[in-house]
């Protein structure tokens, strides 16, 4: 809740710079289209993760290196649209969790939910604020920064044997299990792959 706040207060901030710097006039219409705009870009840059949609054949790819397995617990943390988390649960039969920080992002994950008949869950907020100790498996598309961040708190929480999938970008300091090389047939870049021990 603290992230969402700390949103609108930068959006509220940064709504008058928009219109003197514009010459735009104040109407309904333009200050819809700048929170549409500024919120999911704040949430972005708050949390060093822009949304980046990720090919589905690199999400098939990212769920085969994973070797799901029914009844297993997964989370897709800065799950953006949902894609893994839904096919995670329509092709594999697991528990899937999606956190999604941006709110027009997050509706649009809500959306494909509805549209896809997903039972995979879409948690509106910020990873960090959760709990992930019972996760058989992490997935992430994050930037560098953030994946430092995160690297602390995975392995504060994460018990033995659980997988954490990076789909891009390393997990420093983590020695990886395997990089698995990019592969331009499917428009995916490398995907590394880790197992807390």
């Not at 999400?59 to 397995?69: D, H, P, S, T, Y």
């Not at 617990?73 to 096919?87: F, Q, T």
């Not at 920064?145 to 033995?160: F, M």
């Not at 990076?166 to 990019?182: D, G, N």
Request: hydrophobic share 45%.
């Amino acid at each position: 809740m603290s992230d969402f706040l700390l949103i609108i207060g930068g959006v509220v901030i940064l709504l008058p710079f928009f219109y003197i710097f514009t010459n735009a006039a104040p109407n309904i219409y333009s200050l819809l289209a700048l929170l549409l705009i500024l919120i999911p870009t704040a949430a972005a840059l708050i949390n060093g993760a822009p949304f980046v949609p990720t090919p589905i054949g690199a999400v098939e790819r990212m769920l085969k290196i994973a070797k799901l397995k029914k009844g297993q617990k997964v989370y897709d943390i800065g799950c953006g649209d949902g894609r893994i988390v839904y096919l995670a649960t329509k092709n594999h039969e697991v528990s899937a969790t999606g956190f999604e920080l941006s709110p027009f992002i997050y509706l649009l994950a809500r959306i494909r939910k509805i549209l896809w008949k997903s039972r995979a869950k879409i948690k509106f907020g910020n990873f960090k604020w959760h709990n992930l100790s019972d996760a058989d498996v992490i997935f992430c598309y994050l930037m560098p920064g953030s994946l430092a961040k995160l690297e602390a708190k995975l392995s504060r929480e994460l018990k033995p044997g659980t997988k954490v999938i990076s789909y891009a970008f390393r997990i420093s300091p983590w020695k990886e299990v395997r990089k698995h090389e990019q592969d331009n047939s499917i428009r995916s870049a490398p995907i590394w792959e880790y197992e807390i021990k």
